[in-house]
């Protein structure tokens, strides 16, 4: 049961990546070179470009999450690579939180020529979900991490 889920949940990760990647190959590079108004053109450039980079740490998170759970296949999970590794995805989730926010301004301006104050929203959403994958997985590493000392604890007194 414990291999089939771990399973399940790497064919997950690789099938998240895969939108992702089709839209950077053709979404993103559609909408750069197709703007609703010529007008728009200065404000696109950099949301595109802040799109672009923040899909790096995306597929080192995804790298690192399918490393995890190999460790999981492995009966390595209560070991202080699996702390580091949420500890890297913890750091790649702030840094894409961190990209939406230097973004935000870009949008703000492209919501007010276009008059779409929904747009700010949507914008807002990849912010707070990536804050909330932040706190969650700082949780799951404290937790992780006092698993660890526990265990250890036992090892020593044994």
């Not at 939108?19 to 949301?47: K, R, T």
């Not at 500890?87 to 840094?95: A, D, E, M, N, S």
Request: overall charge neutral.
């Amino acid at each position: 049961m414990k291999r089939c889920s771990t399973i399940f949940l790497k064919i997950s990760v690789i099938i998240i990546g895969m939108p992702v990647l089709a839209l950077c190959i053709y979404g993103f590079s559609w909408l750069a070179h197709n703007p609703v108004n010529p007008d728009y053109v200065l404000i696109l450039y950099p949301i595109v470009i802040g799109m672009y980079v923040s899909t790096i740490p995306f597929y080192f998170a995804l790298f690192k999450a399918y490393k995890l759970l190999c460790y999981i296949d492995k009966n390595e999970a209560f070991s202080q690579s699996s702390v580091n590794t949420l500890i890297f995805i913890k750091y790649c989730v702030t840094i894409i939180s961190l990209l939406y926010l230097i973004i935000m301004p870009f949008v703000y301006l492209l919501a007010d020529k276009d008059d779409a104050p929904g747009l700010i929203i949507c914008g807002m959403v990849f912010i707070f979900a990536s804050m909330v994958i932040v706190f969650f997985v700082a949780v799951l590493q404290r937790l992780l991490q006092d698993a660890i000392d526990i265990k250890m604890e036992n090892d020593l007194t044994v």
